[in-house]
């Protein structure tokens, strides 16, 4: 199953991304698993410098901004395959 994790401390910023992701898989009806990742040792373990960030089965799609929408849908669709 593939692995979506929203990566940041539990800012504003944060929550907009987790309540976009959820929003996308719920609509697409998605078959992933969606993780928070808030630990400050973990977000710097993964490399993450700027949140909000997400990761895709660990990748790191985007870090600082939350994407658009129809960018979010294409990244979690092609993962969900």
Excluded at 19 to 41: G, H, P, Y
Excluded at 66 to 73: C, D, F, G, Y
């Amino acid at each position: 199953m593939t692995q979506v994790q929203v990566i940041g401390p539990g800012c504003s910023n944060c929550q907009k991304l987790e309540s976009l992701c959820r929003e996308v898989i719920d609509e697409e009806e998605l078959q992933v698993n969606l993780e928070k990742v808030e630990e400050m040792d973990k977000i710097t373990e993964m490399g993450v410098m700027l949140t909000p960030a997400l990761a895709i089965d660990g990748e790191i799609k985007v870090s600082g901004k939350i994407p658009v929408k129809s960018t979010l849908k294409n990244w979690l669709r092609q993962a969900a395959v």
